[in-house]
T-cell receptor
Framework: EAQVTQNPRYLITVTGKKLTVTCSQN?????MSWYRQDPGLGLRQIYY???????DKGDVPEGYKVSRKEKRNFPLILESPSPNQTSLYFC??????????????FGPGTRLTVL | AQSVTQPDIHITVSEGASLELRCNYS??????LFWYVQSPGQGLQLLLK??????LVQGIKGFEAEFKRSQSSFNLRKPSVHWSDAAEYFC?????????????FGTGTRLTVIP
């Protein structure tokens, strides 16, 4: 089944404790993104990647890191989480390449709470 | 830069009634337009998309949307709403360069369906 998976689905952590949210897709998509969803703000893009080893900032990159060492994986790293990063996070993928007019496929979301 | 406005934060309709969700975009060239639906606790699912051609687009679950360039709008419609349509709906825009790969989302419209 074609899908985007994220782990964990739920996470409660404390300020300053490094964490990683994994994202994997099995559709051989080149393009992957991370979004955060907050009430009243919709989805805002954090980072995106057009291919392996190619990443770029989205609209709200502060406090986040990403890497794209393999085509299928695009982990989101919070080096020192803060309470304002409490949010619902979505990973998405699309392809085959830049300017693809297909659709973005979304993962099920990760609900992160930072205390 | 592109942007999307969904002027209605929350809409309530009776089951069986018609529905129209508004979406206005800002983009200098021909936009690539999408409607996604997010059911409670779920990820985002694509309802329909517009790239070119016929301005009335049919999607899944009986939804349709009409692209009106003169009004910079892409409103979503359904002639008869079902209780299962209760969800949050997001309009999104992509550019000629990025297509579906890099989307800007509106803030969403939450739909409540009254039995």
């Amino acid at each position: 089944e074609a899908q985007v998976t994220q782990n964990p689905r739920y996470l409660i952590t404390v300020t300053g404790k490094k964490l990683t949210v994994t994202c994997s897709q099995n559709m051989n998509h080149e393009y992957m993104s991370w979004y955060r969803q907050d009430p009243g703000l919709g989805l805002r893009q954090i980072y995106y990647s057009m291919n392996v080893e190619v990443t770029d900032k989205g609209d709200v990159p502060e406090g986040y890191k990403v890497s794209r060492k393999e085509k299928r994986n695009f982990p989101l790293i919070l080096e020192s989480p803060s309470p304002n990063q409490t949010s619902l996070y979505f990973c998405a993928s699309s392809g085959p390449g830049q300017g693809s007019y297909n659709e973005q496929f979304f993962g099920p979301g990760t609900r992160l709470t930072v205390l | 830069a592109q942007s999307v406005t969904q002027p209605d934060i929350h809409i309530t309709v009776s089951e069986g009634a018609s529905l129209e969700l508004r979406c206005n975009y800002s983009y200098g060239a021909t936009p690539y337009l999408f409607w996604y639906v997010q059911s409670p606790g779920q990820g985002l699912q694509l309802l329909l998309k517009y790239f070119s051609g016929d301005t009335l687009v049919q999607g899944i679950k009986g939804f349709e949307a009409e692209f009106k360039r003169s009004q910079s709008s892409f409103n979503l419609r359904k002639p008869s709403v079902h209780w299962s349509d209760a969800a949050e709906y997001f309009c999104a825009v992509g550019t000629a360069q990025t297509g579906a790969n890099n989307l800007f989302f509106g803030t969403g419209t939450r739909l409540t369906v009254i039995p």
